[in-house]
Structures are given as structure tokens and as C-alpha cells.
């Protein structure tokens, strides 16, 4: 939930930090802070954002060639100058910077605290900058080993950049659950929780593992697990552009990966759907084809915007390839002992890859027997590594916290794994998946086309100026379409906003509707429940409510009885939620923007949940 970023090596590490920590904010952005260490050691942290902090050291002159920057999503202590990063010891051995949970952090600082130790936080982190201290003062052992040990006391989540003053030309770095990832440049090093901050100075990465712990020097590096046992680093490199994690000319991230979908979906489809062949290809699961073809049983797991991609992917693989499909939160799957059999085949999705809950699911699954398949969009991240098989969305590095480009872009692989499925397993006859092939193909262009309207889509969010509440609905594809709706809404605008499948207002929340009530209608003229979603509307009309309509270009049935209407482009009914959800993020985007808040940036969230 926090974003760490650290560097070694020869330039001054002060702007290293701040950039690094600029481009780190969306994953937490309660309070931030630095450590420069030169012959002695600087720390400066705030509440607030990074620019309070740049502005308030940019003038110090701060110079050193080691530097460790942290931007915070509290978990242990409000966020305020004390609780934020980084933290040292009592007796000023060690300043550490923590992203993650220390779960016995409570019985660790009472021992500590017996043996004389004081704390001023209320942070986990600054209990196990005291326990590594304690451990090296008193065993009398090297900062390597006193961290090694201490990290064996600890049960939780950390991804950890620590200092020892007494050593001050190395830098460590561990991780339990929480991603690290190390950049090597030419005699330098840069550590930070994503690639975002490193790219800009090379491409080539090191992803750390669990139980690993990074012994960093300006010119040297090593690597070992916890227990003192070697590892062979393995450098990666990876394929992101400065202009990715850049807002390229739009005034926010958010708006910008709206923007970028047909790119995105694209650049998801590319090498796996042919057009000339009319064939798809998904590379990735070459090794569990023959299980999902034979599967008895598909369980979807993830959280959020990707659970309601999951969401869409069972209504495709019920309908496309008849495999009994079922979704779960992967924070409930991971605690209500599920059954799961051998021959289950189970679909983890996540953006970031790094979603506590969703990990804890996967491992589960597969400890039960179950094959695990990840959709994932960033390559080297725990989902990516630790599933059997999967496909990457390519939908670029996804910033702002309102995820949208990544929720098209896990659609896409779910429509093109259940095209495939359907096609294989016989349901799916060859001219109708050639027609889906064919139409599948040219959403980008409809996207584009959707996009064109942002002007009317930014007017109609003026309706939204002095509403509290909004209800959303929609039925089959477009139910799950409904959900991702009111989520967009109310994690930016903080409009209160509920998702329902359109048949399920006349069993309660119908009672919510008045003449302040926008109700948005999703309806697509080739869903089968099409004259449904008409009556529907006519009862929210009856009731005074004001109707938004998401509907096929020309439909004047709908038009006719809606308050306001946006159209979109013809698609065959399995392909509609990609279509249909443009409009939506759109809408959210500029209700958040009328009402003066950062929609990159929404209180009290951060893009990724590597908490429980
Ligand atoms: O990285 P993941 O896809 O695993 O993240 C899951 C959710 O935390 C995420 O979708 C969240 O709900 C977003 N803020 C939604 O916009």
C-alpha cells in the first residue's frame, strides 16, 4: 500500500528520491518521507503529499549518494510527521523505510519495551528498526545478520529498504509479500516497490522473492534468502517506456489510460487474435490447454474493478464454453475453506499482481490441487510468478487508482479464452467464432468512437453537480458493467452509488427513487432482456426518477422515455461491457473533476491492496 524507493550509486540521491517517490504516490499519499545519507544521515518526513515534501527540502541542499524515499497508505497510526517514513531507532543504528503489516508487531514491542525500549510512533515499522537494533547491539553481530534474524521473528508483510549509520555505504533490501524490485544500472542501484521509478535509468530488473534479503553496494550486489543461503540474482529486462507512466499532455492519469483503451485492448489482442487466420492464440496457456478444455469447473478470484472483469469472464465462459463458472472475492474464497477439487481450474485476475487478498487465494487453490491461471498486468509480480500458467494484459503500467484501461483489457482475455474454450470444446461453431473473431477486432475503433463524445459525456456530468446518490443498473453483461459503474463513482466522486441487476430494483431499491435519484440504465438492443430494461426504465419515469441511458447508436425506443443518453456503437450482446463502460469512467471522471477532487489521487485509497 505504500511506495518505497531507494538508491546507491553516484549521482545525488535527493532527486533520484523525489522523482521516484512522484511517480510511487498513487500507491499511498498520506504522508511521505526521505533519508539522504552522505558522512552522516538527513530524514525529513511530513504528513501530506510528496510535493509538501519536495517543498520543504528542495532548498536544504541535501547531497549524499545513498537515499531511501517513502510515500505512505497508513495502516499502524494516522497518518502525521511522526507515523510517516522513514523510522530509526531508539538508539540511531538503523533508519528503515516499510511497506506491508508487521501482524505480531504488538507482542514484538512489549518485549522490547521490557528491555528498555522506547517508542515514539505508533508505527509497526519503527518496532522492527528497534528489534534489528536490539539484536545487533546486543548479539554483537554484523547489520546483515542482526536484520537477517530479526526478520525471522517476524510474522506479516513487509518489503523493507533499511540503513545501518554504522555502515552507511550499504544499502539492504527484503521482502515477505510485498514487492521489491531492483533496477542495475553502471555501478548503481535503484529499489523501489515498481518499475515506475527506475525506468527512466535502465531497464534492466531483478525481482526480489519472498525470504530474500538484497545486500546493495554502490559497485557490488548480493543476494540471499533469510537463512543465509546464496541466490543467483536473475536480471530481467523489461519493456516500459518513460511515456507510459508520463500523463502525456491530459490533466490526469485517469483520463489518460480512458483514453489509451483502444491502445490497450489492442495491444492485448496483438499476436493472439488473428484476423487473417481468424484464429486466436493464447501462448500462455499452452501448458493447461488440454485441463481447461476438459475443466469441470472454472473459479474466478480477485478483488474489486477485477472481480467484476471475473464477473463478465463467468457470463463468457457459461454462455461461450459452457465450463460452470463461478466468481468469487478472493478475500472471502481465501478464509470460508472452499471446496476445491484436483480437477478445478481456478482464474486469478489483478491489475497489479500484488493484491494481498488475491495472492492468499492463489496460494490456496494451489494447495488444494487446483490448477491456477493469472491475468495480470504487470509482468514480474507475484500473481505473474506464482500462478502455473496466465496472460499478461498489456494494457501498459495503469496509474491512476480508478483502474479502467486494465478492466477492458482483462475482459478482452476472458472473451478470447472463452471464444477459444467454446471453439475447442466443440460449442462454439466455426462461422460463429470467426464472426466473433471478426467483430472482437474492431472494439478498438468503437471505443474511439465512444471516446469522440467525452464533450457531451463531460455537460451531462453537470447534472451530477449537487446529487448524493445514483443507482445503476443493468442485466447480463451489462449487470457486472453496472457494478463497475458505481464503483468508478464513488471511489472518485464519493457520490454514494450501488450497482444492481435491473430486475432487482422492484425488490428494494426502487424505494430510493425521487426526483433527486439519477438512475443510470444500461441496455443494450441485443441483450434478450432488452423489452425488460424497458420496463424497467418506465417504472424508475413513474416514480420521478431522472434516467440516463447507455444505449446501441439509434435506439429511439429508449431515447424517447430517457432524461439523457449516451449511444454507443452496434456489438454483438458477449461484447457489450467493453463498450458500455467507456461512457461510464468517463462520467465518473468528470463528476470527480466538477466537484474539485483528485481523481488520481481519492481519499483514503491507494492502487494497490497489499494488505488484507
Ligand atoms: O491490482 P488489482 O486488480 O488486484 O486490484 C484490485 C482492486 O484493489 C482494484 O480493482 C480497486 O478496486 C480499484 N481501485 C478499482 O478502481
Redesign the pocket.
Known amino acids: 500500500m505504500c511506495g518505497i524507493v531507494g538508491y546507491i550509486g553516484f549521482r545525488n540521491a535527493y532527486p533520484v528520491i523525489i522523482n521516484g517517490l512522484k511517480r510511487l504516490e498513487y500507491r499511498g499519499y498520506d504522508s511521505a518521507g526521505l533519508a539522504i545519507i552522505n558522512d552522516n544521515y538527513h530524514i525529513y518526513k511530513y504528513k501530506g503529499k510528496v510535493k509538501d515534501l519536495e517543498e520543504k527540502t528542495k532548498n536544504l541542499n541535501l547531497t549524499g549518494t545513498i537515499g531511501i524515499g517513502h510515500t505512505r497508505w497508513a495502516t499502524h497510526g494516522e497518518p502525521s510527521d511522526i507515523n510517516a517514513h522513514p523510522h530509526i531507532s531508539m538508539n540511531k543504528k538503523f533508519i528503515i523505510i516499510h511497506n506491508g503489516i508487521i501482524e505480531n508487531y504488538a507482542r514484538l514491542k512489549k518485549r522490547l519495551e521490557d528491555r528498555g525500549y522506547n517508542f515514539i510512533s505508533q508505527t509497526d515499522t519503527e518496532v522492527l528498526a528497534n528489534l534489528i537494533e536490539y539484536i545487533y547491539l546486543k548479539g554483537r553481530v554484523t547489520p546483515e545478520i542482526a536484520l537477517r534474524l530479526a526478520l525471522t521473528k517476524v510474522c506479516g508483510a513487509y518489503g523493507i529498504l533499511v540503513v545501518c549509520t554504522d555502515e552507511k555505504e550499504t544499502l539492504f533490501a527484503a521482502r515477505k509479500g510485498s514487492p521489491l524490485v531492483i533496477g542495475v544500472g553502471e555501478g548503481e542501484y535503484f529499489i523501489a516497490s515498481d518499475a515506475t521509478p527506475i525506468v527512466e535509468y535502465t531497464n534492466r530488473v531483478i525481482f526480489l522473492n519472498d525470504d530474500e534479503v538484497a545486500i546493495v553496494k554502490k559497485n557490488e550486489f548480493s543476494l540471499k534468502t533469510i537463512m543465509n543461503v546464496p541466490v543467483t540474482p536473475v536480471i530481467q529486462e523489461i519493456d516500459i517506456e518513460i511515456g507510459d507512466i508520463e500523463k502525456g499532455g491530459f490533466d490526469h492519469f485517469m483520463l489518460k489510460e480512458i483514453f489509451e483503451q483502444p491502445r490497450a485492448i489492442e495491444d492485448t489482442f496483438r499476436g493472439r487474435l488473428s484476423i487473417k487466420d481468424k484464429s486466436i492464440t493464447l501462448g500462455g496457456l499452452y501448458n493447461v490447454m488440454d485441463k481447461l478444455i476438459n475443466a469441470k469447473r472454472i473459479i474466478i478470484v480477485?478483488?474489486?474493478?477485477?472481480w467484476h472483469a471475473g464477473l463478465v469472464g463467468e457470463y463468457l465462459l457459461e454462455d461461450l464454453a459452457k465450463i460452470p463458472t463461478e466468481v468469487e472475492y478472493a478475500s472471502e474464497f481465501r478464509y470460508r475453506n472452499p471446496i476445491i477439487n484436483e480437477d478445478d481450474i481456478v482464474i486469478a485476475i489483478?491489475?497489479?499482481g500484488?493484491?494481498a487478498d488475491?495472492i492468499a487465494a492463489i496460494r490456496l487453490a494451489k494447495e488444494k490441487g487446483a490448477t491456477v491461471i493469472g491475468i495480470c498486468n504487470v509482468v514480474g509480480s507475484t500473481v505473474a510468478r506464482e500462478t502455473h500458467a496466465g496472460v499478461f494484459t498489456h494494457a501498459g503500467p495503469e496509474i491512476g487508482?480508478?483502474?479502467t484501461k486494465?478492466f477492458t483489457a482483462q475482459i478482452t482475455i476472458l472473451t478470447l479464452m472463452a471464444l477459444l474454450l467454446g471453439y475447442k470444446r466443440g460449442f462454439l461453431p466455426k462461422e460463429k467464432y470467426e464472426y466473433y473473431i471478426n467483430e472482437m477486432f474492431e472494439i478498438p475503433k468503437k471505443i474511439e468512437k465512444i471516446l469522440n463524445q467525452h464533450e457531451k459525456i463531460k455537460e451531462l456530468a453537470q447534472v451530477f453537480n449537487n446529487i448524493n446518490n445514483s443507482l445503476y443498473l443493468g442485466r447480463g453483461y451489462l449487470f457486472p458493467v453496472a457494478l463497475e459503474g458505481a464503483?468508478?463513482l464513488k471511489?472518485i466522486s464519493y457520490i454514494h452509488a450501488e450497482g444492481y441487476p435491473a430486475a432487482e430494483m422492484k425488490h428494494g431499491p426502487i424505494a430510493l427513487i425521487d426526483e433527486s435519484m439519477p438512475v443510470v440504465v444500461l441496455a443494450s438492443n441485443k441483450d434478450i432482456t432488452y423489452e425488460k430494461i424497458i420496463s424497467n426504465i418506465q417504472e424508475v419515469k413513474a416514480r420521478k426518477g431522472m434516467v440516463i441511458s447507455i444505449i446501441t447508436e439509434g435506439d429511439e425506443k429508449i431515447s424517447k422515455i430517457s432524461d439523457y443518453c449516451i449511444e454507443i456503437p452496434e456489438a454483438p450482446d458477449i461484447l457489450t461491457a467493453l463498450l458500455s463502460v467507456v461512457p461510464l469512467q468517463l462520467l465518473s471522471y468528470y463528476i470527480a473533476v466538477n466537484r474539485g477532487y483528485n481523481v488520481d489521487q481519492p481519499r483514503n485509497?491507494a492502487k494497490?491492496?497489499t494488505v488484507e
Open positions: 480477485g478483488c474489486g474493478t477485477s489483478s491489475q497489479s500484488e493484491t488475491t487508482v480508478a483502474s486494465a464503483l468508478k471511489e485509497l494497490s491492496v
